[in-house]
């Protein structure tokens, strides 16, 4: 099954979600907090839900710092489903090489929207196994691997997350004894 993976901006957002029953009287702040769209997108990536590694590294490669995260697995047939559009992007942006093919964009976002999108993340929170936590170190072990594999190309990194690569590499290149 084809999932959409995004970064919670707070965990107990989820909570808010899960816990309501009418979208309606969802908190505006957990809205606009999770829901903070750029040129009415919401950004995404696919993935199985077997294997959300790829999607959870390019969030982390991409995001200001490698910190615990909190990401929701959409159903993308239920995003669609509600009448929200995915188109695939290609940003060649990210430094997780293998992950620019996997970028979403849910796109031509309305206020009615919102809304819809509302009710997916309240079901998709309602399950606990569509709300997965990465401590710092998971991430880091992770971005360990896929620096061992060649799949990270740093130069694409911002300053922050560059500056933790270069810390890895020189770590993996001068081990500690």
């Given at each position: ?70 990401f929701i697995l959409l159903n993308r047939e239920a995003v669609e489903a509600a009448g929200l559009s995915v188109k695939p992007t290609h940003p060649d942006t990210n430094p ?36 997965i936590r990465y401590t710092a170190t998971d991430l880091m072990n992770k971005i360990e ?33």
């Amino acid at each position: 099954m084809a999932v959409l993976v995004r970064k919670l901006a707070k965990r107990r957002n989820a909570d808010v979600f899960r816990r309501s029953d009418n979208v309606e009287d969802i908190s505006a702040d957990a809205v606009i907090q999770e829901f903070k769209t750029s040129g009415d997108t919401l950004s995404v990536w696919e993935t199985t839900k077997d294997d959300i590694d790829l999607g959870a590294l390019a969030i982390a490669l991409s995001s200001g710092r490698i910190e615990t995260m909190d990401f929701i697995l959409l159903n993308r047939e239920a995003v669609e489903a509600a009448g929200l559009s995915v188109k695939p992007t290609h940003p060649d942006t990210n430094p997780l090489l293998q992950a620019n093919p996997i970028h979403r964009d849910i796109f031509d976002l309305r206020l009615r929207d919102l809304s819809r999108l509302a009710i997916v993340y309240r079901d998709a929170a309602i399950v606990d196994a569509n709300v997965i936590r990465y401590t710092a170190t998971d991430l880091m072990n992770k971005i360990e691997n896929a620096l061992m594999n060649g799949w990270i190309d740093s130069s694409k990194a911002n300053d922050k997350i560059k500056e933790a690569l270069d810390s890895l590499i020189d770590n993996l290149q001068n081990p500690r004894v």
